[in-house]
């Protein structure tokens, strides 16, 4: 019994179908009737700038300190 609804299950996203795109536009009712569509354009984040090096603490970039000394 547990295998078959583990079955059914594994196949339920192949009966649903793909999944409807994303809205890419907003849709506003105006007063007198009717409807307008605004486009929306989606802004991709830029990436954080790299670090300066004279400003980076990295351990790799200071002079060791010598024990025997």
Request: charged share 15%.
């Amino acid at each position: 019994m547990n295998a078959v609804v583990l079955g059914l299950a594994s196949l339920l996203p192949m009966m649903v179908g793909p999944l409807p795109p994303a809205q890419r536009s907003i849709t506003a009712a105006l007063c007198i009737g009717g409807q307008i569509e605004i486009p929306v354009k989606q802004q991709k984040p830029e990436p954080a700038p790299p670090c300066a090096e004279k400003a980076c603490h990295a351990g790799c970039n200071r002079r060791k300190f010598d024990l025997s000394q």
